[in-house]
């Protein structure tokens, strides 16, 4: 049974006993997907972030790492897909309490060996057909209609598309994410500053504008935006950061948006993205983070790098 999908499926099997790698990769060929495979945990965890795998298979005969840990650190970090199903195999005949214990830790099935995987195959028809489903029906999201900016769904599918040209190219790749503040009261001689909807369509507007056209500018939730940008290094980020503070204090002056406004940055940038072993979804996540530890308060830019961080 084939399954319906634009491009082969894709499995990704971590498994220290060759015998049983071989044999499960047999398989899930013959059903038409394409199969990576390692030896290690660590690698499988790695593996996971870089490729948009529709499956992956961890057996419990890994050495460095649990099975079940590798299912619990999966589900239990950002940055990896949570709609990608885990199966555990296991070379000695399935328990109950051992079951559980893989449902528990964010296996969606759990395999004795001999493993049977006919149910396996038909349970992921009707999974891909769905998540298929799914992705056309949130594409019609993949713009903000207020902002005209993309939507956190759309820079995450672009941000696929751009990782893969940047990592042929051996490119410098940034993200930057931003939170625009705008005055709001002062407190002795000192001026607070907050993020508000107050402005914020106009805030995009600038941003939209004034980008590079090779530049990804979206909508990430709440009054935050965030920029992919190719061919730009930590250098550069800092660069773009100033030039749009520049357009927007030109905005201010020409009265096109109320009042002033401050940004708050978090970047993370890479100058070789191939060389890096970080793809963009990282740096996406990296950027958000610095950005959470930029100071609320004071004049001029706040801008922090996530290798500034202290526990990076």
């Given at each position: 049974?084939?399954?319906?999908?634009?491009?082969?499926?894709?499995?990704?099997?971590?498994?220290?006993?060759?015998?049983?790698?071989?044999?499960?990769?047999?398989?899930?060929?013959?059903?038409?997907?394409?199969?990576?495979?390692?030896?290690?945990?660590?690698?499988?965890?790695?593996?996971?972030?870089?490729?948009?795998?529709?499956?992956?298979?961890?057996?419990?005969?890994?050495?460095?790492?649990?099975?079940?840990?590798?299912?619990?650190?999966?589900?239990?970090?950002?940055?990896?897909?949570?709609?990608?199903?885990?199966?555990?195999?296991?070379?000695?005949?399935?328990?109950?309490?051992?079951?559980?214990?893989?449902?528990?830790s964010g296996a969606w099935e759990y395999c004795s060996h001999p493993v049977d995987l006919e149910p396996v195959f038909l349970k992921l028809e009707t999974f891909l057909r769905a998540r298929g489903e799914i992705a056309v029906a949130r594409s019609e999201d993949f713009v903000n209609a207020t902002t005209g900016l993309y939507t956190t769904f759309g820079l995450r599918q672009l941000a696929g598309k751009l990782g893969a040209r940047a990592l042929r190219r051996h490119e410098p790749f940034a993200c930057v994410a931003f939170a625009p503040q705008v005055q709001d009261r002062e407190?002795?001689?000192?001026?607070?500053?907050?993020?508000?909807?107050?402005?914020?369509?106009?805030?995009?507007?600038?941003?939209?504008?004034?980008?590079?056209?090779?530049?990804?500018?979206?909508?990430?939730?709440?009054?935050?935006?965030?920029?992919?940008?190719?061919?730009?290094?930590?250098?550069?980020?800092?660069?773009?950061?100033?030039?749009?503070?520049?357009?927007?204090?030109?905005?201010?002056?020409?009265?096109?948006?109320?009042?002033?406004?401050?940004?708050?940055?978090?970047?993370?940038?890479?100058?070789?993205?191939?060389?890096?072993?970080?793809?963009?979804?990282?740096?996406?996540?990296?950027?958000?983070?610095?950005?959470?530890?930029?100071?609320?308060?004071?004049?001029?830019?706040?801008?922090?790098?996530?290798?500034?961080?202290?526990?990076?």
């Amino acid at each position: 049974m084939q399954l319906s999908v634009e491009r082969p499926p894709l499995a990704l099997i971590a498994c220290s006993d060759d015998w049983m790698s071989r044999a499960l990769e047999n398989v899930f060929q013959q059903r038409g997907y394409v199969v990576a495979h390692t030896r290690s945990g660590a690698q499988a965890l790695e593996l996971a972030k870089l490729a948009n795998h529709d499956l992956l298979v961890v057996d419990e005969s890994l050495s460095d790492i649990n099975a079940l840990d590798v299912c619990r650190a999966i589900r239990e970090s950002t940055r990896f897909d949570h709609s990608i199903p885990l199966v555990v195999t296991s070379p000695t005949p399935a328990d109950p309490r051992s079951r559980m214990s893989a449902y528990a830790s964010g296996a969606w099935e759990y395999c004795s060996h001999p493993v049977d995987l006919e149910p396996v195959f038909l349970k992921l028809e009707t999974f891909l057909r769905a998540r298929g489903e799914i992705a056309v029906a949130r594409s019609e999201d993949f713009v903000n209609a207020t902002t005209g900016l993309y939507t956190t769904f759309g820079l995450r599918q672009l941000a696929g598309k751009l990782g893969a040209r940047a990592l042929r190219r051996h490119e410098p790749f940034a993200c930057v994410a931003f939170a625009p503040q705008v005055q709001d009261r002062e407190v002795g001689s000192s001026m607070l500053w907050k993020e508000s909807p107050v402005g914020f369509a106009d805030v995009a507007h600038v941003f939209r504008e004034q980008s590079r056209q090779s530049d990804v500018v979206g909508h990430v939730g709440d009054f935050r935006l965030a920029i992919l940008a190719p061919d730009t290094d930590a250098a550069g980020a800092r660069l773009m950061v100033a030039r749009l503070q520049h357009e927007l204090d030109r905005a201010t002056e020409k009265k096109t948006i109320s009042g002033q406004v401050r940004l708050r940055v978090g970047y993370s940038a890479v100058a070789d993205l191939a060389d890096s072993k970080v793809n963009v979804a990282e740096l996406v996540h990296r950027a958000e983070s610095a950005l959470d530890h930029a100071p609320l308060q004071g004049e001029g830019d706040a801008i922090i790098n996530f290798e500034e961080l202290p526990n990076y």
